[in-house]
């Protein structure tokens, strides 16, 4: 009797393990490094000698750029590229411009392939946004300006915008019949 509860016992265990194979996997992030790639700040009040009291009027463009690391398994680089730009609202004078390309690396497990890109393009820059608000805002004020702290940037938006463009590209490059 002994052999025939053992047995039993394998065979009511094994569709639990089986179950547990087909659970999804949680998806796990790790910052492995984080670096400054690119950066450029030109103060044009004090190469020109643009008047004392400009009101600045603030434009920020934001760009995403994601690639897999060769010769490492689930690591990806991450680059998120800023280009700030104050003009005076008063006048047509640039006060100046910033522009900072800010990367991280990235180890990235259990997300399904169909959603890798999605990820890298929102999640990923999310976390790098802290350290480049707080370079920006640094910066800024070492520049002789007010520090700048930027807005929240909406990744879901700013990944749904880039997909649209790109869909307009493929569209545009299609013949037509």
Partial sequence: MADEDQTNGA????????????QPQVPQMRILGQFIRDMSFENIVAQKGVGGDAKPDVRVQVSLDARKRKDAENQYEVISKFNVTSRDKNGDATLFVLELEYGGIFQVDG??????????????????????????????????????????VDFVALYRQMIAERQKQQQAAQPTN
């Fill in 11 to 22: 065979q009511a265990n094994q569709p639990a393990a089986d179950t547990e194979n087909k």
């Fill in 111 to 152: 997300v399904p392939q169909e959603q890798l890109h999605p990820y890298l393009m929102i999640e990923c820059p999310r976390m790098l946004f802290p350290f480049v608000r707080r370079i920006v805002s640094d910066v800024t004020r070492d520049g002789g300006f007010a520090p700048l702290n930027l807005d929240n």
